[in-house]
T-cell receptor
């Protein structure tokens, strides 16, 4: 079965500290993985996708097929990074995304 | 360019009442989706429409119906609301890249 697990409901760090939001997935084929973010009073939006292998707002995520993980990392957290982050999986092309439970990131000054 | 719009923003229903949540997009996207967001559950797909005239069930379709009225509009109907349908409902759309979805602001629904 396809599943995305984000083990942390809440992650609290201080400004300037490194941050890693964990995401593990279960899928038998070759998935595409994504991170979506929802800032306070804003809409849910795509942050990055593993295929692009890009850094967005200082965040990167590497797909580790051996560990079935797609953790989101940033070396120095900023207060404006505070938001709800969702990891998502697309197993079959066509837009059907499977979302994780979400992790709320709180960056304290 | 409003993107994805949803109405209403907030609604309170009594058990057994019916209502329709409206969604419209102005990005000329082919695909549209309805999700529900519950604490600790993330977003779960209710129904989706890959193109005008087609709809398919998602992960949690029971208790809901949808209509893809035209390319712009995709409505979600609760025929007989239940307290378990208390949730935040999000509509989304996508274009040539289906996994890049654009979300609406959400509808908060409370069923008493």
């Amino acid at each position: 079965a396809q599943r995305v697990t984000q083990p942390e409901k809440l992650l609290s760090v201080f400004k300037g500290a490194p941050v890693e939001l964990k995401c593990n997935y279960s899928y038998s084929g070759s998935p595409e993985l994504f991170w979506y973010v929802q800032y306070s009073r804003q809409r849910l939006q795509l942050l990055l996708r593993h295929i692009s292998r890009e850094s967005i707002k200082g965040f990167t995520a590497d797909l580790n097929k051996g560990e079935t993980s797609f953790h989101l990392k940033k070396p120095f957290a900023q207060e404006e990074d505070s938001a709800m982050y969702y990891c998502a999986l697309s197993g079959v092309r066509g837009g059907k995304l499977i979302f994780g439970q979400g992790t709320e990131l709180s960056v304290k000054p | 360019n409003a993107g994805v719009t949803q109405t209403p923003k907030f609604q309170v229903l009594k058990t057994g009442q019916s209502m329709t949540l409206q969604c419209a997009q102005d990005m000329n996207h082919n695909s549209m989706y309805w999700y529900r967001q519950d604490p600790g559950m993330g977003l779960r797909l209710i129904y989706y429409s890959a193109s005008e005239g087609t709809t398919d069930k998602g992960e949690v379709p029971n208790g809901y119906n949808v209509s893809r009225l035209n390319k712009r509009e995709f409505s979600l109907r609760l025929e007989s609301a239940a307290p378990s349908q208390t949730s935040v409902y999000f509509c989304a759309s996508s274009g040539s890249n289906p996994e890049t979805q654009y979300f609406g602001p959400g509808t908060r629904l409370l069923v008493l």
